[in-house]
């Protein structure tokens, strides 16, 4: 943006470490630990495999707990405006992917 930068480490899912530079030659560093692996014979059950666990635990809570369809932290019409930011700015860019064309058969 225009008063700064945010650098997340790789990989996104699972960054330990966040870097705010504001343009003013001293970036912020934020280090933190992942969550612990939960205790399961789950063959998924691996460090690193945690990093969506807030994102389950919000769509659980708005399923179960809110009944609701979607959850109140990133409602739907915020996803539909991110893909379509998204979309304008590769299109804007230029980048182009093969699925971005509808196949002749269909």
Known sequence: GSKG???IDAPAHTPTRVRVDRGTGDA???EFALPK???SA?????GGSVGL???AAAVTRAILHDR?????EYPL???LFLAGLMDTIRRDLGVVYDADFTPSYL
């Open 5 to 7: 930068r945010l650098v």
């Open 53 to 55: 666990s807030y994102e």
């Open 37 to 39: 692996p939960a205790v």
């Open 28 to 30: 912020e560093l934020f």
């Open 77 to 79: 019409s915020e996803s």
């Open 42 to 46: 789950s063959a998924f059950n691996f």
């Open 68 to 72: 609701a369809t979607e959850c109140a």
